[in-house]
């Protein structure tokens, strides 16, 4: 994989998880009630964005407990249940 690729690659992922941000932030600035969601769920919006941008079907598995650590960095006082 040349550096260029990858380059594009890490952009394209930047983007979709800035999405699923803006999704994020908007749906808890809606203030009807507390969100609840599905690491399942945004991991497949994720995956569905980055879909979108690239063109063609994202075929690599979303490191879903990375993505939650990440949502957690960016949303501190988001909090997680197991149920």
């Known amino acids: 994989m040349s550096g260029k690729s990858s380059n594009d690659e890490q952009a ?3 983007l979709a998880f800035a ?3 803006v999704f994020i932030e908007e ?3 809606d203030g009807k009630m ?3 969601f599905k690491l399942a769920d945004r991991a ?4 569905s964005r980055m879909e979108q941008m690239l063109g063609v079907k994202y075929d690599r598995r979303v490191h879903t ?6 949502l957690l960095a960016h949303f501190p006082n ?3 249940a197991s149920l």
């Open 78 to 80: 988001v909090c997680t």
């Open 44 to 47: 497949q919006l994720y995956t």
């Open 34 to 36: 507390a969100p609840v």
């Open 27 to 29: 749906t808890l600035t």
């Open 19 to 21: 999405k699923l941000v």
């Open 12 to 14: 394209t992922e930047g």
């Open 65 to 70: 407990t990375r993505l939650k650590q990440t």
